[in-house]
């Protein structure tokens, strides 16, 4: 059911990526010591990572796995195979799920008939037609049915979805949706669209939050999950856990939200109003204000959406991928217009004769389409681009071009990606090769020390 150009990903891009068990359940005895130079820290959110001081890197897999997790292993294409494998399994031998619509009435149309078909019709091969026009489905017009349909259905202006802020176009659930009636059918119907296209092996044409991909998941939601959605809340809770708050602010368990223009409150616990924040309880406020800042007036609509999507895509099937991988499988990459990229770079204290710049391009050719989208999305946040192409990519703080930022730093060094700002900061590296080597690590392995 999964798209061969996305399998393609794995056999060519892939074959580093892998998942492993959680070290939580293992012993410190049976891990044994940390590697000569490394250390372990955690984020002021609670997140465990592991400090290469040898090589002056961060990751989040701890060195120590080894032998330990080799079992346990499954790269990409391994877990794209079972997923293909366990769909096919639950299609309908006989039967086909038809749905015929008009263009210009292609979400109510296509809303009514799939609200009216039972999970296991949507499972039947998919036959899509577009009224008054010839012609036999062989996946095409499938393909052009779902772009469209999303165009309408993730569109802000039917209320459904809104951008995550004013200046990132990631979407999210939005919290004011109720203004339709009939919202929460609508949301279990995009649930069940979302399931259709992975069922069959499509992709919808829309980016939403990753943290919304780790709600599909049932994964938890950290601060660090604030830093590409919501940058100017993300700094602010993280000033308060890092600082004494005593007499500096004047918080307390309930917090401010625009609904339609009124501000609204919100108490974060019971009584929250009249409970200060304090040094002693700021962690507990940090992580109720983050589970609100992501849930905040959604929860109904986020279950009505999950229930359609599980109709057709169990979600124990999607146990060994990660939120970024599910973000691969349900949205797919879109073609990237190298062109434009280059086109659409911002290049600082380098030049485009730079060896350094030449070197990331040619390694940028030499990627799969996959593999670029997974390095657009080491930088950006996302493999998606907005539908203007690169010149429309926004930052923190409004547009902000792809940049390319060469820095005086050790050859030993990984590039560091600053995702607020699309920016990757490379070191001057000796050759082609190491630059490679290094951008390939990077992307696929490993984050920076200092990402801002």
């Not at 004013?166 to 919202?183: A, C, G």
């Not at 030449?358 to 493999?383: I, K």
């Amino acid at each position: 059911m999964i798209d061969d150009e996305l399998m393609n990903f794995v056999l060519l891009s892939m074959a580093c990526c892998h998942w492993c068990r959680d070290l939580t359940s293992v012993s410190c005895e049976e891990l044994g010591p940390l590697p000569v130079g490394w250390e372990v820290r955690s984020t002021v959110s609670g997140r465990i990572y592991f400090v290469d001081h040898n090589n002056r890197t961060t990751q989040f897999t701890d060195p120590r796995e080894g032998d330990v997790a080799v079992r346990y292993e499954r790269d990409l294409v391994h877990k794209l195979k079972l997923l293909r494998h366990e769909l096919s399994l639950q299609q309908p031998q006989a039967g086909h799920c038809r749905i015929e619509v008009s263009r210009e009435e292609i979400f109510e149309e296509s809303y009514r008939q799939i609200m009216k078909m039972r999970p296991k019709d949507l499972k039947k091969r998919l036959m899509v037609k577009f009224r008054g026009e010839e012609g036999l489905d062989y996946g095409g017009v499938a393909r052009e049915w779902l772009y469209l349909l999303c165009h309408e259905m993730l569109n802000p202006y039917y209320g459904l979805f809104q951008y995550s802020t004013d200046n990132i176009y990631t979407l999210q659930i939005n919290p004011d949706s109720s203004i339709n009636p009939d919202h929460l059918s609508y949301f279990h119907f995009v649930g069940r669209v979302m399931g259709l296209a992975v069922f069959h092996g499509h992709y919808i044409n829309g980016s939403f939050t990753l943290p919304f991909y780790k709600q599909l998941l049932g994964k938890p939601i950290q601060l660090n999950d604030l830093e590409t959605t919501d940058p100017e809340l993300h700094k602010s809770l993280v000033w308060i856990l890092e600082n004494d708050i005593t007499s500096v602010l004047d918080h307390t368990f309930c917090v401010e939200h625009n609904a339609f223009g009124k501000f609204l409150q919100h108490e974060l616990k019971p009584n929250g109003r009249n409970i200060p924040v304090t040094e002693e309880n700021k962690k507990e406020y940090v992580r109720l204000y983050v589970n609100w800042r992501f849930m905040r007036g959604i929860e109904a609509q986020f279950l009505a959406l999950q229930k359609g999507f599980s109709e057709l895509i169990p979600q124990h099937l999607l146990k060994p991928f990660d939120h970024k991988e599910l973000e691969l499988i349900i949205g797919g990459l879109g073609k990237i217009d190298l062109a434009d990229w280059k086109a659409n770079t911002r290049l600082k204290h380098c030049t485009c004769d730079s060896n350094v710049v030449r070197w990331f391009w040619q390694a940028v050719e030499a990627f799969s389409e996959e593999r670029r989208g997974r390095l657009l999305q080491f930088v950006t946040g996302s493999t998606r681009v907005p539908l203007q192409g690169f010149k429309a990519l926004q930052g923190s703080a409004g547009p902000r071009l792809f940049t390319i930022h060469l820095i005086d730093a050790n050859t030993d060094n990984l590039p560091k990606a600053h995702t607020c700002f699309n920016r990757i900061d490379i070191p001057p590296y000796e050759s082609y090769e190491k630059l490679y080597e290094k951008l390939l690590t990077a992307v696929e392995e490993t984050c920076g020390f200092a990402v801002e």
